[in-house]
């Protein structure tokens, strides 16, 4: 398929590049006019605009069959930033999707987003204003997927040893994940239809540390669940890092 990336010049969008190449798609890659580019966008198409510059979006996205928003506001002294970027931007690349009828858009997101009290709030609210996007793209006509991964890592070793573990909105608070993971997990929703309309947390842990167990069993419920995603009704199945059938088995048992 042509895949459009949004914010591709950013840690976790290169990735999502890179990987969408090696499982033989085409890569249009939307950069701001003044994004450097990082290596990983070699062999993809690069095309330069303004999100809030709506005929130029929908130009670069002409052609294209799905998009994956990976824009984020990037932590400065601007306290605007996630609104303009995390509501508006989306809002305006949603707007461009149903113009122009690329009708798969996957969005990532945060873990606890919506969340009011919460210490990362102190950058422009930003939990609150990704809440906006997601709700924009949820009330769209489009064929949609929210990713909302925990706190993200540059970690490139060992991946194939990590768990996944996948919830449902609102089941994780906490954890950590390497973008590549996540954007493995974005190229696996993609290709699963059942991924669509639902929103999907995602962390993950080094095997080793994942087989130790919940530290409390009674409280820490999406610790629980079977190793095997295709036994686990708990809200968080703990699963093998690079699966997409464990991807579609997870949705298929937390419909
Ligand atoms: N950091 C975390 O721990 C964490 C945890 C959970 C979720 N997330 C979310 O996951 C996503 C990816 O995060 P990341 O850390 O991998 O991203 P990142 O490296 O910070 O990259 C952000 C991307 O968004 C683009 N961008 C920023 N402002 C923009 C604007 N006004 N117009 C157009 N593009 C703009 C950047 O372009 P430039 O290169 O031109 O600046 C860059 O391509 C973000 O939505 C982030 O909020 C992050």
Request: proline letters at 5%.
């Amino acid at each position: 398929m042509l895949l459009a990336v949004s914010g591709a010049s950013g840690k976790t969008g290169w990735r999502v590049v890179q990987g969408a190449l090696a499982r033989g798609h085409q890569v249009r890659a939307l950069l701001r006019p003044g994004s450097e580019v990082p290596p990983g966008l070699d062999g993809a198409e690069l095309v330069r605009l303004e999100l809030g510059d709506g005929p130029a979006l929908a130009q670069a996205l002409g052609g294209c069959q799905a998009l994956v928003i990976a824009t984020g506001a990037r932590p400065g002294i601007d306290l605007t930033a996630p609104l303009r970027v995390d509501a508006w931007a989306v809002g305006s690349q949603i707007r461009a999707c149903e113009a122009i009828g690329v009708n798969r858009v996957l969005l990532v997101s945060s873990l606890c987003s919506g969340l009011w009290w919460h210490a990362l709030n102190l950058f422009g609210l930003i939990l609150v204003v990704k809440r906006l996007g997601e709700r924009a793209l949820e009330s769209s006509s489009l064929d949609w997927t929210i990713v909302r991964p925990g706190g993200l890592s540059e970690s490139e070793t060992g991946l194939d040893q990590e768990q996944m573990k996948y919830s449902k909105a609102g089941q994780q608070q906490d954890g950590r994940i390497p973008r590549r993971l996540v954007a493995q997990v974005c190229l696996d929703a993609l290709e699963t239809p059942l991924s669509q309309k639902r929103i999907i947390e995602i962390t993950s842990k080094p095997a080793v540390e994942a087989s130790d167990g919940p530290k409390n069993p009674k409280t820490d419920s999406t610790e629980t669940g079977s190793t095997e995603a295709g036994n686990s009704k708990s809200c968080g199945a703990v699963i093998t890092a690079d699966s997409q059938a464990g991807l579609a088995s997870w949705l298929t048992t937390n419909p």
